[in-house]
């Protein structure tokens, strides 16, 4: 492994020409700069300087060195530019994860808001379901998680997180256009126990939340037709494939001239949906105003 500060003697040097001006420019001894010296020529393998009577020159080797020490330093400069600004808050990225709603429910808007409120924060969307957004905020593969309430997700009393409570939206149930419950007002579950059923697959959050509702009504749903997707979802129902539940702001700008959509009977299935990060981030100064523009937009 090379290390960057002797890749800064290097380069002295070889602006410098003698060892004793490059150790006065670098506020070393001349005895210093040699022992880096020797020490980058043991890490790279490689004879880099020859000296003579008229100083020190690089060779060949020390000029291809030379090449890449010019772009690596100038990488750390703009990585320390950056980190002046990000330690004030001001610049930086922040990587967000989101299922498909909640990215035009609530992500874009706080982008919107973020770009007036933050301009130097700049955020990264990544398309993730409820239940895979939470491990990648616990993995470091993203900052922040828009997630939803699940059977087995880390419960709200988690140490390794800070949650967010956003927002919660009731279930309706969407029939074919033809069905015999389309004229009902309200549809109890219980009505729908033999019927075919569309739904996300298992290990999608929704499909807990369809699960357990139906378990509440007394029955286990027929789940003949699986998609993540709830235009493909209403689709199904529109051709008359099945019933299902879909959260409802899903269904917003969908086609549903051959479907019905009816809110449930009763206590109508919910999906909490809520932002997290890993404990002790929410007060970063790049995530705090993230976590603030999430929760104005559900709002």
């Known amino acids: 492994m090379i290390e960057a500060r002797r890749l800064h003697i290097l380069r002295a040097v070889a602006d410098h020409r003698t060892v004793t001006a490059a150790a ?15 020490a980058l020529e043991q890490e790279t393998g490689h004879r880099l300087v020859e000296r003579g009577a008229k100083g020190v020159r690089l060779t060949p080797a020390g000029e291809i060195l030379l090449t890449h020490t010019n772009a690596v330093l100038a990488q750390l400069e703009r990585a320390e530019a950056e980190l002046a600004a990000y330690s004030s808050g001001a610049a930086g990225t922040v990587t967000v994860a989101a299922f498909a709603t909640g990215i035009g429910l609530v992500v874009a808007p706080a982008l919107t808001r973020l770009a ?8 990264r969307v990544q398309d993730a379901e ?30 390794r997180l800070t949650r ?9 149930a969407v029939l074919p256009a033809a069905h015999r419950l389309a004229v009902s007002d309200r549809v109890p579950l219980a009505e729908l126990a033999k019927d075919t059923w569309i739904g996300p697959f298992p290990g999608n959050p929704c499909h807990d939340v369809v699960v357990l509702a139906c378990e509440h009504a007394g029955f286990q749903p027929r789940v003949e037709h699986s998609s993540d997707d709830f235009r493909a979802v209403v689709a ?12 409802r702001s899903a269904l917003r700008g969908m086609d549903l001239s051959d479907a019905v959509v009816r809110p449930v009977d009763g206590v109508a299935p919910t999906r909490r949906v809520f932002a997290a990060v890993r404990c002790g981030a929410e007060e970063h100064p790049l995530i705090r105003p993230v976590l603030e523009a999430l929760g104005e937009a559900a709002e």
């Open 24 to 38: 006065a420019a670098l506020y070393l001894t001349p005895s210093a700069v040699s022992q880096q010296l020797t």
């Open 116 to 123: 007036r409120a933050a301009p130097g924060i700049r955020i």
């Open 130 to 159: 409820g239940d895979a957004s939470l491990p990648m905020v616990l993995d470091r593969q993203v900052d922040v998680a828009v997630a939803v309430e699940y059977r087995g997700a880390p419960g709200a009393d988690d140490a």
């Open 164 to 172: 967010v409570p956003l927002y919660a939206e009731p279930f309706d």
């Open 236 to 247: 199904l129902a529109s051709a008359g494939a099945g019933v299902a539940l879909v959260p």
